[in-house]
């Protein structure tokens, strides 16, 4: 069993920043990419960004483009999303997620594993 578990949500102010972690244990498999995803109350699940293992090369959703950002450390199998500038409508459930084969990594069915999400309120 693969379990990822993601860590480091909560709530801040309006401009504030916050750093998620995401940690893969159990079965060894391999990473392609492992990506963030957020969903908030009453709305779709939606793609925030995403990380190629092997060349750490980072692509994200328009929404949050120069305000987070990706890494990972490969010893640690653990992927950070570093959120700088938080908005109120960055608020949701953050959830990683991981792709052991080749995949585009934008959409939910790209993955084969996920969290079971953290909470980040941004307060107005």
């Known amino acids: 069993q693969v379990q990822l578990v993601e860590s480091g949500g909560g709530l801040v102010q309006t401009g504030g920043s916050l750093r998620l972690s995401c940690a893969a244990s159990?079965?060894?498999?391999?990473?392609?990419?492992m990506g963030w995803f957020r969903q908030a109350p009453g709305k779709e699940r939606t793609f925030v960004g995403g990380i190629r293992w092997s060349s750490s090369r980072q692509f994200y959703a328009d929404s949050v483009k120069g305000r987070f950002t990706i890494s990972r450390d490969n010893a640690k199998n653990t992927v950070y999303l570093q959120m700088n500038s938080l908005k109120p409508e960055d608020t949701a459930v953050y959830y990683c997620?991981?792709?052991?084969?080749?995949?585009?990594?934008?959409?939910?069915?790209?993955?084969?594993?996920w969290g079971q999400g953290t909470q980040v309120t941004v307060s107005s």
């Open positions: 997620a991981a792709a052991n084969r080749i995949v585009v990594g934008t959409t939910g069915d790209d993955y084969d594993y």
């Open positions: 159990g079965r060894t498999f391999v990473i392609y990419t």
